[in-house]
């Protein structure tokens, strides 16, 4: 029988971000810079028989905090461009990944940290680095995380986006179905060390048996409030509001609120991915941005409400 | 005169087996196929460089096919791949 065309389409979409994988880290060897290809391919190796595809259309990177210069030299080199300019994003949340893309549609996310942990990035780096193996993508040698390293992604990830985003789901179940118990003791301890325990937890228990295996490791329950809203699928403006609780000061507070209210064209893409798609949708993003604050503001905030009486 | 050898491209031509069979992409036309149980079969031999009595010979030895049926299927898949432009001139 024919492959379906869906899992046609994702083996190529997952082609074309191996060969962007093959370039980009060919260009960082050429500077010696060393970096650890996350997600894609790493899952794909760790959770899924040979044959079996993941989907993933696109590359994530976390490389060391100080070698982001060079790394921002390669991409531009190979023609790739910032999503968002940081500076647009200036007093908002911190991004633990900056998003790279190219006319080839291939984008490449360069982490400097995980979502979910607290540990300076040099610490994350250097124990993700500690934990990694070798794997040929394209015909090129990257590293990857080990099997811990993987859990511990799988977890974080879900962690990040929640209940509501199905194929971390999918990736958590696979991973509580293959790995053995010890795997995830490890994971644990590796969650403890760039501080993300309470993050590794939350991504568990999107699915009821993460649930039972964090009840078995024993880890603590307790869990930072903007971790409580990712995992729990909050509504989008709910983050914004826990990070404006959290700004100092009425100044800083007042310069945030009026840059949610009339964001930069960059601030719009990394909000509103619809608005990526050209002039047309970001002058519509603009358009309804009055009433996209409208719509989300008072969900968000019962669901801020919500995780601060829960979150630990 | 020698007989002509098939091969793929070994540039911008990236593929991986899914489910026992072939799935290619051509980066330089960003288009992309899936290859059946028969070219699968072939695949490897193409990769390698082959002539077309090699490949019938390989089709006809998977399959237990007589060689003319073999001939036909190996023509066929020559022909798809390159009106595709997905061999080595």
Redesign the interface.
């Known amino acids: 029988m024919?492959?379906a065309e869906a899992?046609?389409?994702a083996?190529?979409r997952?082609?074309?971000a191996?060969?962007v994988a093959v370039e980009v880290l060919g260009e960082l060897a050429v500077r010696g810079v060393p970096s650890l290809l996350l997600r894609g391919p790493a899952i794909e190796r760790t959770l899924y028989a040979?044959?079996?595809?993941r989907p993933y259309g696109d590359v994530d990177l976390l490389v060391c905090p100080g070698d982001q210069d060079r790394v921002q030299a390669a991409l531009r080199k190979l023609g790739f461009t910032p999503l968002v300019d940081e500076a647009e994003l200036r007093g908002h949340r911190p991004l633990h990944a900056t998003e790279w893309v190219r006319s080839?549609g291939v984008s490449v996310d360069v982490h400097i940290t995980i979502s979910g942990a607290g540990a300076a990035p040099e610490v994350v780096w250097e124990t993700l680095r500690s934990h990694a193996v070798a794997l040929t993508v394209?015909g090129v040698e990257a590293t990857i995380p080990d099997v811990a390293g993987v859990a511990l992604l799988v977890a974080l990830h879900a962690a990040h986006h929640g209940v509501g985003f199905e194929r971390c789901r999918a990736d958590l179940r696979r991973a509580l179905d293959r790995l053995p118990e010890q795997k995830w003791q490890e994971a644990a301890r590796l969650a403890a060390r760039i501080d993300a325990t309470g993050a590794f937890v939350a991504g568990l228990s999107v699915e009821p048996r993460g649930s039972d295996m964090a009840a078995r490791l024993d880890l603590p329950t307790a869990t930072p409030v903007d971790v409580r809203l990712r995992a729990s699928g909050a509504p989008p403006l709910a983050l914004g509001l826990e990070w404006l609780s959290r700004t100092p000061g009425i100044r800083a507070k007042s310069g945030l609120v009026v840059r949610t209210a009339f964001p930069s064209p960059g601030a719009m893409r990394a909000w509103r991915p619809r608005a990526r798609r050209g002039h047309r949708s970001l002058a519509l993003a603009y358009a309804t941005h009055p009433l996209w604050l409208a719509r989300h503001l008072p969900s968000s905030a019962i669901a801020l409400r919500r995780a601060r009486r829960t979150a630990g | 005169m020698t007989e002509r050898t098939f091969q793929l491209r070994d540039d911008e031509l990236e593929w991986r087996e899914v489910e026992g069979e072939i799935v290619a992409l051509d980066l330089r036309e960003s288009t992309y196929l899936s290859v059946n149980k028969t070219g699968t079969a072939l695949w490897p031999h193409l990769t390698a460089g082959a002539s077309r009595d090699e490949l019938v010979a390989v089709l006809a030895s998977r399959y237990g096919v007589d060689t003319e049926a073999a001939a036909r299927d190996v023509d066929a898949f020559v022909r798809t791949l390159d009106e595709k432009g997905l061999l080595a001139s």
Do not use: F, H, I, Q
């Not at chain 1, 040979?50 to 595809?53: N, R, W």
């Open positions: 024919a492959l899992t046609v389409r083996a190529a997952g082609l074309a191996d060969a040979a044959g079996e595809v080839d394209g």
